[in-house]
């Protein structure tokens, strides 16, 4: 079993709708939660980052952490054309030893189109 | 800014040849990573440095790879032999400290005959 689970898709709505997209993990260690957005033949960038549980809000997206749960969602509002990408939600373990915020472990990613 | 930069962008060679990736992190950033992404696997991060040494290279997957970071702007990631199961998209990804966002190159694409 992978530490992360995510469904890939693909999944196509049409312009306007709201996105939910979600992720499921194992290890009880990430404290750390992220969502990178990645074009086609480009490398990820960061959308949202989260500590621990609760919601985050930035514009038309929303990054919500239910660690009893062991799940992350994040919903995108109004989707646009442009936001047609895969997204991959990507955690951490924060600890001792020198483990880094940047040891990221990945979701398979979730291929999104929205069109008009 | 010009952010991490990559070089080359696409790599074609033939099993058994020598393959170098370079990198050029984000002037500043003390942290460097080295990921691999396949459509079987996903990212997978392969080795990071922190103020050019490395600290954690469990991620990679046989003594054929080996990484290098001679400075703080500089660092490589080399094969060799090269396989044809290296064929994937290798990036390179700096930080500016240990709690920073990670900020991603556009990758290598590797593919090996």
């Known amino acids: 079993q992978k530490e992360v689970e995510q469904d890939p898709g693909p999944l196509s709505v049409p312009e306007g709708a709201i996105v939910s997209l979600n992720c499921t993990y194992s290890n009880s260690a990430f404290q750390y939660f992220m969502w990178y957005r990645q074009y086609s033949r480009k490398g990820p960038e960061l959308l949202m980052y989260t500590y621990s549980s609760g919601n985050k809000e930035d514009g038309r997206f929303t990054a919500q952490v239910d660690k009893s749960s062991k799940y992350i969602s994040l919903f995108i509002r109004d989707s646009q054309p442009s936001d047609s990408a895969t997204y991959l939600c990507?955690?951490?373990?924060?600890?001792?030893?020198?483990?880094?915020?940047?040891?990221?472990?990945f979701g398979q990613g979730t291929i999104l189109t929205v069109h008009p | 800014d010009a952010g991490v930069i990559q070089s080359p962008r696409h790599e074609v060679t033939e099993m058994g040849q020598e393959v170098t990736l370079r990198c050029k992190p984000i002037?500043?950033?003390?942290?460097l990573f080295w990921y691999r992404q396949t459509m079987m696997r996903g990212l997978e991060l392969l080795i990071y440095?922190?103020?050019?040494?490395?600290?954690?290279d469990s991620g990679m997957p046989e003594d054929r790879f080996s990484a290098k970071m001679p400075n703080a702007s500089f660092s490589t990631l080399k094969i060799q032999p090269s396989e044809p199961r290296d064929s994937a998209v290798y990036f390179c990804?700096?930080?500016?400290?240990?709690?920073?966002?990670?900020?991603f190159g556009n990758g290598t694409r590797l593919t090996v005959t």
């Open positions: 990507a955690m951490s373990a924060s600890g001792a030893g020198g483990t880094s915020y940047g040891k990221l472990t």
């Open positions: 440095f922190n103020n050019n040494v490395p600290i954690d």
């Open positions: 990804a700096s930080s500016f400290r240990r709690d920073s966002p990670l900020h």
């Open positions: 002037s500043g950033h003390d942290y």
